[in-house]
């Protein structure tokens, strides 16, 4: 079983882990110009979206990053919990944007944050957790419990 490294620990984004969580997010995809501001804006908005789990509310976004021994914030990743009508109106998770910083890669961290968000998500009542990645990454999921199911589709503007 994976265990975080001495020190490492797993917790909320906050607004000041802007700088790391953007530059973190780089190895996975195109960040874009984001600005402080308008980082601290999004953890605001995640912070007061909600969700009704049977009598409780609950966060309806749950970004998680794992710091190391000095406080830098080396992986991030989110859980979105999601209200469907099937499923007598249940819950699904769906975990997003997976990173962990290049030099950091190797220790089982990903793994770890996919367990985390995964429990989270069925802790909150979801009767599945779903994710999407890319055809390269497949393997590395699969490792962290997760199999094949459907085909994602796409469209951008």
């Not at 265990?3 to 953007?22: A, M, Q, T």
């Not at 953890?43 to 009598?55: D, L």
């Not at 069925?122 to 699969?142: P, Q, T, W």
Request: glycine share 8%; aromatic share 8%; proline share 3%.
């Amino acid at each position: 079983m994976a265990v975080l490294p001495p020190g490492y620990s797993i917790r909320r984004i906050e607004p000041r882990d802007y700088e790391e969580v953007v530059e973190t997010l780089k190895v996975l995809t195109v960040v874009g110009d984001v600005t402080r501001a308008k980082f601290e804006e999004t953890v605001e908005f995640w912070n007061n979206s909600t969700v009704k789990a049977g009598n409780a509310e609950i966060r309806a976004y749950n970004p998680h990053v794992i710091v190391n021994a000095e406080g830098r914030v080396v992986a991030t990743g989110t859980v979105l919990i999601e209200r469907k009508i099937i499923r007598n109106c249940g819950l699904v998770g769906h975990v997003e944007d997976i990173a962990v910083a290049k030099d950091q890669q190797g220790k089982q961290l990903g793994l770890l944050l996919i367990q985390y968000l995964t429990r989270l998500a069925h802790e909150a009542g979801c009767y599945k957790v779903i994710l999407d990645c890319d055809e390269k990454n497949v393997g590395f999921y699969e490792k962290c419990g997760y199999r094949r199911c459907g085909v994602e589709m796409d469209h951008r503007l």
